[in-house]
């Protein structure tokens, strides 16, 4: 019989093991949580409640960790953070794991339907996953998606070859050393995943054997989650409320609910918002960590309601002294646009474009909505107001 685990499991292996890799305790997550995510708790209260939870997932991360003692560097060299010039990038694990759902699940029933799935990929869709990986690089979770809005040449599998896969490479906004080591990732690819794959494996086979455990937790914050999201009006209010986004469209297939056990706090979203005559061909899908509940509520970090400190000022800031998001501000001050409209305005392609957006919506520097078929870019006048209030308290002394 099928169960949540079962059927999750493997995307659950792929996020234990950047966990393992990151040498953190998950009481360390929840003690960072507060200042990194603005979260707010009794974090005694908290680590009462979960004891028997954590303990649990601690207990597996230590057994997955001892059967891979002796593939620590192998481990860490696909999925530990890189850091360079004390800035700190995202590991390369997804460019191994490559997989086709449009927000980078790993949504196979089993292990083996997964190894299948890698080797039997043509070198053209292999190509393409490739390109779509890199795009994806810096977590650009917010993406306009709507199929008339990607100007790429590489845009279908016809036309990608291996050369455009290696261009876009050396392309990528991140140091050399590691456009050089994802590219020996892309053209050794095979030989890479026959050293990576035993490592999905033995986490996927540990998170088999605590089935039974882990199921109960499942099924208990599942059904507390589907009741919390009915109370709230459904999945499109809860989802608007926690993300910049504004008139989703509703959808007969409903919502689902992925959870996060090794990073407790984790937040997403995703829907697909190229679906034409607003109605979409798939459930919405939603990923919360597993310590939210009772005593922890998700919310928004970045919207201006929770913002604090400093921190997030200083970042719009940053992002606003690119002379080409600015000027991209300045057209949405104006009306409001969508991906196809500010690609002829900048001239910018729509890959560039996308990332810009995505940039400014982390920041809740702009507001999503989608309006028949494509999805406008609009200014977040209540976060540029505070923005310049800080500025002004910090800059501007009376």
Request: charged content about 20%.
């Amino acid at each position: 019989m099928s169960t949540y685990m079962k059927t999750n499991a493997l995307n659950t292996a792929f996020q234990l093991l950047k966990v393992i890799a990151s040498g953190k305790l998950l009481q360390e997550q929840i003690t960072e949580a507060e200042a990194e995510l603005h979260i707010h708790f009794d974090q005694k209260q908290l680590l009462t409640a979960n004891s028997a939870l954590l303990d649990l997932l601690e207990k597996i991360k230590a057994e997955t960790a001892h059967k891979l003692k002796n593939d620590t560097d192998l481990l860490n060299s696909y999925f530990h953070k890189i850091t360079i010039a004390q800035k700190d990038y995202e590991n390369v694990s997804l460019f191994l794991f490559l997989t086709e759902h449009p927000a980078e699940y790993l949504d196979y029933p089993d292990f083996a339907s997964y190894v299948d799935f890698l080797l039997n990929l043509t070198e053209a869709r292999r190509c393409q996953l490739f390109l779509t990986m890199i795009k994806r690089y810096n977590h650009m979770y917010l993406r306009d998606t709507d199929s008339d809005e990607q100007t790429d040449n590489v845009s279908s599998e016809k036309n990608i070859s291996t050369l455009d896969v290696v261009a876009a490479i050396m392309e990528m906004d991140v140091p050399m050393e590691i456009r050089w080591k994802i590219q020996d990732i892309f053209v050794h690819w095979k030989s890479h995943l026959e050293k990576a794959l035993p490592l999905l494996n033995y986490a996927y086979q540990t998170l088999i054997n605590f089935e039974p455990q882990l199921e109960l937790y499942a099924q208990n914050f599942i059904s507390y989650w589907t009741n919390e999201i009915t109370n709230q009006g459904g999945i499109v209010p809860f989802a608007e409320h926690l993300f910049p986004l504004n008139n989703l469209p509703d959808t007969p297939f409903g919502y689902k609910l992925y959870i996060s056990f090794f990073l407790p706090f984790e937040l997403g979203f995703h829907a697909d918002l190229s679906a034409e005559n607003k109605v979409l061909s798939s459930p919405y899908e939603i990923v919360l960590g597993i310590l939210y509940g009772e005593y922890v509520k998700p919310q928004n970090p970045y919207a201006p309601d929770y913002i604090e400190d400093s921190e997030a000022y200083i970042n719009a800031l940053k992002l606003l002294s690119d002379k080409r998001r600015f000027e991209i501000m300045s057209y949405l001050s104006e009306k409001p646009a969508y991906a196809g409209e500010l690609v002829k305005y900048s001239g910018l392609t729509a890959a560039t474009i996308s990332h810009h957006m995505s940039q400014l919506a982390e920041a809740s520097l702009i507001r999503l909505e989608k309006i028949d078929t494509k999805v406008y870019y609009s200014v977040n006048k209540e976060m540029l107001q505070k923005c310049f209030g800080f500025y002004q308290k910090k800059l501007l002394h009376p």
